[in-house]
Nanobody, 113 residues
């Protein structure tokens, strides 16, 4: 059974930084895409960043230059710098492989002064 366990959310002032981590378990391989999505109140869930097993990355325009995604086999990280109030959302870890998608439980990120 595939499981995704997230950590690292919290509250921070504008301009601050947070680092999210997500550990994937239940697999005997490290293939597939891992990434982060977020959902703010009243809005649709959106892709923040993703990374393949080969290290190719993809970012939403709104976070380019501020967020960095990285990966160590079955663990994915999201370094978030220069955070803005509009980054406030629940952040969900996601993995996709062999046509299947799995989600973590979500971690709250709040950016407020």
């Amino acid at each position: 059974q595939v499981q995704l366990v997230e950590s690292g959310g919290g509250s921070v002032q504008p301009g601050g930084s947070l680092r999210l981590s997500c550990a994937r378990s239940g697999l005997s391989f490290s293939a597939g895409v891992m990434g982060w999505y977020r959902q703010a109140p009243g809005k649709q869930r959106e892709l923040v960043a993703s990374i393949t097993s080969g290290g190719s990355t993809n970012y939403a325009d709104s976070v380019k230059g501020r967020f960095t995604i990285s990966r160590d086999k079955n663990t994915v990280y999201l370094q978030m710098n220069s955070l803005k109030p509009e980054d406030t959302a629940v952040y969900f870890c996601n993995t996709q492989f062999f046509g299947n998608a799995y989600w973590g439980q979500g971690t709250q990120v709040t950016v407020s002064s």
